[in-house]
Structures are given as C-alpha cells and as structure tokens.
C-alpha cells in the first residue's frame, strides 16, 4: 500500500525560502522514483522535479531550475523540496509522486498525495 502525505506548504512572502516534505509509507522507499508537480488555480497539473531511487539523478522544469532542489532520505523515508527565492507564480498546490521504478527516468507516475497549498504574495 502507496500512501503518500504532504507537509510544509504555508504563506510566504517573495524572495523568501520554505522547504515542503512528503513521506512513503510503502517499504522499502529507495524502490521508488519520486517526484513533484504542482497545480495553479485554473492550470493543469505540472512536473517540477524528480529523482531516481538513490537520489543522484534529478530533473527539474525550467522555471524552477536553480531554485527549488529535490532531495530524498532514503533512511527516514521522506522526500523534500528545498524552494528558495520564491516567486508569486510558485503560488500552487503541490502533489508528491511516486513510481516503483530503479531506473534513470523520466517516469510515469502511478502514486499520488493529496497536495499542500504554497502560496507565495508579493
């Protein structure tokens, strides 16, 4: 059983930092590729970043390359997104994915949280 939860999201104010989490509950968490999307207010779903089992290989979209970095603690179980110098468009509800996959990417997610709202004003 593939449950994944969010946590982190909250009201932040442009240029500042916030660092969002999502945990596994499937064994063993290095088996799967994880990733994130987000979803705007009137706007499709769409990729963020992503990373392999062990977290070497990572992908990223253009708009937030250099900014947001993608993490995973396979020991603790949970995945992280690092987002600094955050933007009013950054403003979404982001979903965690994941995928039982130990290959390079990218991937087709088949798992997904519930999202966290990050709203960023300016």
């Known amino acids: 059983q593939v449950k994944l939860v969010e946590s982190g999201g909250g009201l932040v104010q442009a240029g500042d930092s916030l660092r969002i989490s999502c945990t596994n509950s499937?064994?063993?968490?290095?088996?799967?590729?994880m990733g994130w999307f987000r979803q705007a207010p009137g706007q499709e779903r769409e990729f963020v970043a992503s990373?392999?089992?062990?977290?070497?290989?990572?992908y990223y979209s253009d708009s937030v390359k250099g900014r947001f970095t993608i993490s995973r603690d396979n020991t603790n179980n949970i995945l992280h997104l690092q987002m600094n110098n955050l933007k009013p468009e950054d403003t979404a509800v982001y979903y965690c994915?994941?995928?039982?996959?130990?290959?390079?990417?990218?991937?087709?997610?088949?798992?997904w949280g519930q999202g966290t709202q990050v709203t960023v004003s300016s």
């Open positions: 499937a064994r063993p968490f290095s088996q799967y590729a």
């Open positions: 990373l392999n089992w062990n977290g070497r290989t990572t």
């Open positions: 994915a994941a995928e039982a996959n130990y290959g390079l990417g990218p991937w087709e997610f088949t798992f």
